[in-house]
């Protein structure tokens, strides 16, 4: 809307009351009005919509005794929109001065061009930052508000993590509030915020053009403001809420490993667009299997004559058959070996690898057969001392 159009209209008119009426009545009047042609009581009523718009412009500007005041002057100085001197121009003739003049121009000088009429710039400048600010085509504008994002923990197996699974997970945010519909007023007929006229926003001035955004701290970027707080969110319009939703965690996620879940945070404000969950992922321990990265380990336990002789060695996979190795003559105790495509999911969907750690097991016992046969192999041998080469090396440090 123009400040032409700003300066010509009758605020007072259209929250039937008089030009002397106190706050509490201005007040009073906005409230009885905004409820009769409130959009969730109209739906579908374009007309009551508009005239919706109408009142809580008049609201915005006689509800603030600034620019009430500014507005009044404003008013008396140009009455009906034209300012008329008497006949000869400033001392006579008939000399007609229009708002259009005024404020039609692009640099305030209207048709005659900057300086016409000798106001220079123009009042344009003036009156525009007062009944134009933030105001669009159909007046101020609350602005949508993209909701909080939301932190969360879940403990997975070990199996789970690797394989993916769904799990509930019961979560708590801000939402809009039940009790007064999200609008922050007891009544539901919030005002605008004269401060950022709805856009929850204020501008800071930089050098040139630039200048930068902040949040308004009136009413705290939400670009309404409560007349009456509502009792349950104070007056933020936002409640915190319980919900328990599924999630579908990935397989083959770490632990510690932190989850982004687009748009399933805190729902967001006069349409805006809900806020993102960020999952936090534990991870148990398995009995048998560990990981390294997409690879998972396993260590087997192989008898001595295994190791030295070799032979072939099954293997337990997770979830799945077991595998068989072949362990070669002469294996040492602790060399890995690599079963492929026995591992985690990676997010290519393709499967890391089994890696299998071999552990010599050395029997506790013996049965005096097998006491005999381990002398006649040491007899056999002729076993040198293995430590020979250990203190060698020590000594030549």
Known sequence: ?????????????????????????????????????????????????ERFKEISEANDILGDPKRRKEYDE???LFGN?????????AGGGNFNFDLG???????????GGPGAGGFGGGLGDVFGGLFNRGAGPAGPRTQPRRGQDVESEVTLSFTEAVDGATVPLRMSSSA????CSGTGDKNGTPRVCPTCVGTGQVSRGGSGSFSLTDPCVECKG?????QD???VCKGSGRARSSRTMQVRIPPGVSDGQRIRLRGKGAPGERGGPAGDLYVVVHVGEHPVFGRKGDNLTVTVPVSYTEAVLGGEVRVPTLGGPAVTLKLPPGTPNGRTMRARGKGA??????????LVTVEVAVPRELSDKAKEALEAYREAIAEEDPRAELFQAAKGA
């Open 1 to 49: 809307m123009s400040t032409k159009d700003f300066v010509e209209k009758d605020y007072y008119k259209v929250l039937g009351v008089p030009k002397d009426a106190t706050e509490a009545e201005i007040k009073k009047a906005y409230r009885k009005l905004a409820r009769e042609f409130h959009p969730d009581a109209n739906k579908g009523d374009a007309k009551a919509e």
């Open 74 to 76: 404003a008013r008396a």
């Open 81 to 89: 929109g034209g300012f008329r001197a008497g006949p000869g121009g």
């Open 101 to 111: 003049d005024l404020f039609g121009g692009p640099q305030g000088g209207g048709q």
């Open 176 to 179: 809009a509030c039940k009790a």
């Open 222 to 226: 939400r670009g309404l403001i409560a």
């Open 229 to 231: 707080p509502c009792e």
């Open 345 to 354: 999911v990676r997010k290519d969907g393709t499967r890391g690898d089994l």
